[in-house]
Structure formats: C-alpha cells, structure tokens
C-alpha cells in the first residue's frame, strides 16, 4: 500500500506489454519506443543466443540445424523461464540504454500466467535493473488502452486476441468479474492455413506464408468483394517435393478458420452467460470492444456481433492496446488496484 505514491512519474519508468507474439515498451514521458517480436534465436550446441527480437523473428523457419527459434511465451504460459528472462532482460537494456537511473516498471501478462511465473517475471525485470516491478493482467491492461472506462461501476467486455491467447473478460471498478482464457488465437488461424493447404492443394507452407496468407486474404465474415480476393502462394508441392506456386482465394481461408475461429466465439458466448445481469445490460448498452493483433482479422467484429447480437467494436490501435494501458496506469495514482503482483 502507498507504493504508488511513491510510483510518481519519473522519466524513465516503463509499462511493458510482454505478449506471447510481440513485445512492446512505453517509456513514461515518451510513449511507445519498443515493438518486436517476443522471440529469441539460440544456438543449441554452444547454448548461447544468437538474436532477441526483430532479427529472431527472420529466422523462425529458416535457421540450420543447430539454431532453433523460440518463442518463450508461446501458450500463454512462460514454457521457458531462462530464454523469457532473456528476452525481457534484453528488451529492457535496449530501452534504457547506457541510462544509470532505475526504472519502474509495469508489465502486463497473460492472466493464465501462474504465480511462479510471476515471480520469475518480476525477477527478470529486477536483475534487468527495475527499482520496482508491478504486474497487470492483460486484459485490463487492454481495455484501459483501449480507452474502456474501468474505474467506472460499468460492466465492459474486452476480447483481446493475440497469437497464442484470446483473452475474454468482463471488467468493472477496475477488476475482473469474470474472464475465460483459451489457447486458441492467432497462432491456431495460422496452423489452421498450413493444414488446409496441405491437404486441399498439397503445398507444404511455412508458419510466416501462413500468416501472410491470414493478413492478406483471410477473413471471419462473409464480404462482397469475396470472390476477388485472391493471393499467390508459394510452397513446396507434396507429391513432385519440387517449389510451387498456387492460387488462393479468401473464402477457402475463412473456411480453413472457421474451427479455431468458433472457438472464440463460444468462448465468448460462455462469457456472457456467466456474466451478472446487471453487468450484461451495461454490455449490450455499451457493445463490446476487440483488442489484440488478432482484432484486425477482417470481419471478426460483424462475426462476434452477429453470434452474440451485440455490437461490436475493434480498438483503435488493437496491437498496442495492451502497452498503451501500462502506460496510462504509470501515469495516473487513480488506476491503483489494477494491479496483481509487485516486486518487494
Ligand atoms: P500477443 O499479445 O499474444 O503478443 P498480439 O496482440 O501482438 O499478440 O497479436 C499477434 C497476433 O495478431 C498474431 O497471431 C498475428 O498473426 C495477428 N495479426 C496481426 N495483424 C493481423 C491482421 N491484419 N489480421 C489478422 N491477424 C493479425
Ligand atoms: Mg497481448
């Protein structure tokens, strides 16, 4: 308690969005200075990393026998404590720079993440120089950015849909009412594409193709422009072993999605259920609101509304909702008990 009081705003403090796809770092005073990748490339033989970010990234799918790319967070869960702390650390040191002060620092986290992990979170943002480290969990993190009003006696439901998560929550007085976690998200649409495309046009693609194809061509809804929307796709033809190239049309990546995809929406139907009455005439007033990389899916929003029969809105600037939020808690005392870990 009045550890905010003391959270002040100072130059260097940082709200920190550690996602299981991106990264992103706000530096008070500043804004948003940071946004990679949340991968690190180790070489496996020497045990050492080879890259953190951005450049990690480029060789997810592409590194020679002895370079894996890991993705710690991959789940939603911190599958692997050293290459996270790693990465954090890493991230850390590149916004602060040859700076001596120490920051404070607020990170949001999945909220599946456990309580050991938190821990190992804090620790890593303390041997990386924190003064002080507080945790959030996502998605209030995310509906703050995206500008929901929480300290209000209002119920608010954020989607927020990353790559390995899809986060659904009712919010109000700065807490969570009620929230589901899934592990279906970016990551399941993108798996989704490989194993269509295999399948229906024999070509072997790789995870980044498969989320180009997401971007480019897919979507949750059904548009009149449908039929033109088509991409070239290259891969490797499963029955010659030789490179090929394939014409892809979006209504057959919306179908290869529809799995994973009906997987959020019941999980945000189950929400709604659960939700108190009171709460749930606040939501249908107020609609609901999409955060996350995933929210910029075409048509998702048209597909939520239209399953649920609430209108729903995508966020401004979905990827950075998250990020954005920690900032808005470094500079207001008022957002105090948003807050599910600390360091000390
Ligand atoms: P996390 O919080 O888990 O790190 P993000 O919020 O950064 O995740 O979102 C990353 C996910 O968003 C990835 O699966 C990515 O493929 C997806 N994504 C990004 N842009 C788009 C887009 N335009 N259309 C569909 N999905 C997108
Ligand atoms: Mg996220």
């Known amino acids: 308690m009045g550890l905010l009081n003391r959270f002040s705003l100072s130059r260097n403090d940082m709200g920190i969005d550690l996602g299981t796809a991106n990264t992103l770092v706000y530096v008070s005073g500043k804004g948003i200075v940071l946004q990679e990748p949340s991968v690190v490339a180790i070489d496996q033989d020497l045990k050492i990393p080879l890259a953190v970010g951005e ?21 939603g869960v911190i599958a692997d404590f050293d290459t996270a702390e790693l990465m954090l650390k890493t991230f850390i040191g590149r916004v602060r720079g040859k700076t001596l002060s120490q920051p404070r620092i607020i990170i949001g986290i999945p909220s599946g993440v456990t309580g050991v992990e938190r821990r190992a979170v804090i620790e890593a943002a303390t041997q990386a120089g924190a003064s002080e480290v507080r945790l959030i969990d996502e998605p209030i993190a995310a509906a703050i950015g995206a500008g929901l009003p929480v300290s209000e006696a209002t119920g608010n439901m954020i989607i927020d849909i990353g790559g390995g998560t899809t986060e659904v929550a009712v919010l109000s007085l700065q807490g969570t009412v009620i929230s589901e976690s899934v ?13 269509y495309v295999k399948k229906v046009h024999n070509l072997v693609i790789g995870e980044r193709t498969a989320e180009e194809i997401k971007i480019q061509v897919g979507s949750a809804y059904p548009t009149a422009e449908d039929n033109e929307v088509v991409m070239e796709v290259r891969g490797l033809h499963l029955l010659s072993g030789l490179p090929r190239t394939v014409t892809i049309k979006g209504p057959e990546i919306r179908e290869s999605m529809s799995e994973p995809l009906s997987v959020i ?17 606040d939501i249908i007033d107020r609609g609901i609101m999409l955060a996350g990389g995933g929210a910029l899916m075409k048509g998702l929003d048209t597909l939520i509304s239209h399953e649920t029969g609430i209108v729903t809105h995508v966020a401004a600037d979905p990827l950075c909702c998250v990020v954005l939020g920690t900032g808005r808690v470094l500079e207001n005392k008022m957002l105090e008990r948003v807050f599910s870990g600390q360091s000390r």
């Open 55 to 75: 450049e990690a990234k480029k060789m997810l799918g592409r590194t020679p026998g002895n370079v894996i790319a890991v993705r710690p967070l991959r789940d």
């Open 183 to 195: 592990r279906v998200a970016g990551d399941e649409l993108n798996e989704a594409i490989i194993q």
């Open 265 to 281: 929406v019941e999980a945000v139907k189950r929400t709604l259920e659960r939700t108190p009455p009171e709460l749930a005439a």
